[in-house]
């Protein structure tokens, strides 16, 4: 990097308060109507930029990276995920890619509370029926959910979100069991009274909600499979606060429309921001518009991991959350 001002470029909106520190910072390209840019736009973008800060509904392929000029040398995303950017053909131009870890966590980990707690309860069927004008009052038994007392929550992907979401769990009396690629320390599990799993096919089949927080990789796509939502009890429940990736969609629909499991609370799907019209006939469903991390605070937050990242590799040192072959 040149002694001047770097270009930035940002792909969609961000808070007020973080483009003003980008404009005093950078020579920063901001994005003022938040509109997705469309592939032309991201192409002119790569070719003028230092650096790039997209988010996770940018596609940074290895075609479009072809595209990008010499100069790109930092891709900044703003967010935790990576599966979005093509990080083989970024390595290869010798680009670094950097994200923004554990600052999303406690916000995910409450919106995956939210759904474990909503989905049994029938709170979205609730509002509905209230909404209507179609409710004529309580009834001994109007609107019957399941209590989560004492139920088994399985857990896949025991990591930063996955940990908070037990926490929160245990609170309310659910026992927690997970599953992960490794096994976490003995003293956490202790801590959470969880129970490890090796076995993701055993660990489906014995619990009562399932929630998903693992990444996206291409070894956790479809990791919730037929054959493996077919395992689940005809009363369980599956959240997914994660990717939507990671759960065969059309399998997981077709498993809800024939009562094979009980529900689902779902806040990211395959190929957002389409929704499969079969989803959106399902009373047994709670949808929402991936809003997990979708807090003022966390927004900032992000930003301002963004900025460091950025100024850190342009004073020529390693950001602090430069992204490393190991996450794939």
């Not at 014995?206 to 996206?216: G, L, R, T």
């Not at 956790?220 to 990717?243: E, F, G, Q």
């Amino acid at each position: 990097m040149t002694s001047k001002k770097p270009s930035v470029v940002v792909t969609r909106k961000l808070p007020d308060i973080i483009e003003t520190r980008m404009m005093e910072l950078f020579d920063a390209h901001l994005n003022l109507n938040d509109e997705p840019m469309p592939p032309s736009a991201l192409v002119e973008a790569v070719q003028q930029a230092d650096v790039l800060v997209p988010t996770v509904t940018d596609r940074i392929d290895g075609a479009l990276l072809k595209a990008a000029g010499d100069r790109l040398r930092l891709i900044a995303s703003f967010g935790t995920g990576v599966d979005h950017i093509d990080f083989a053909a970024a390595k290869e131009r010798g680009i670094m890619v950097t994200n923004t870890p554990d600052v999303l966590t406690e916000d995910t980990a409450d919106m995956t509370m939210a759904l474990i707690l909503a989905v049994p309860r029938r709170l979205s069927e609730g509002e509905r029926l209230v909404r209507s004008g179609e409710w004529s009052g309580w009834s001994p038994t109007g609107m019957l959910g399941h209590r989560i007392w004492g139920k088994r929550l399985g857990i896949i992907g025991m990591g930063r979100i996955g940990t908070a979401v037990a926490r929160r769990a245990r609170g309310f009396g659910l026992s927690i069991h997970y599953h992960n690629r490794r096994r976490v320390p003995e003293e956490q599990e202790e801590s959470l009274e969880a129970t490890y799993w090796q076995s993701l096919d055993q660990m489906i089949a014995h619990m009562d909600i399932i929630s998903v927080n693992c990444p996206h990789t291409p070894a956790t796509y479809h990791l919730l499979n037929k054959r493996r939502i077919d395992l689940m009890k005809p009363h369980a429940y599956v959240v997914n606060t994660s990717r939507g990736e990671v759960i065969d969609e059309n399998a997981l629909v077709r498993a809800l429309h024939e009562g094979r499991i009980s529900g689902a609370g779902l806040d990211v799907f395959e190929q957002e921001p389409a929704i499969n019209p079969k989803l959106l006939q399902l009373e047994n469903v709670v949808l929402l518009p991936h809003m997990g991390s979708a807090t003022i605070e966390g927004r900032v937050d992000m930003g301002e991991k963004v900025i460091i990242n950025i100024r850190t590799f342009v004073d020529g040192h390693t950001p602090p959350d430069r992204v490393i072959d190991s996450m794939f």
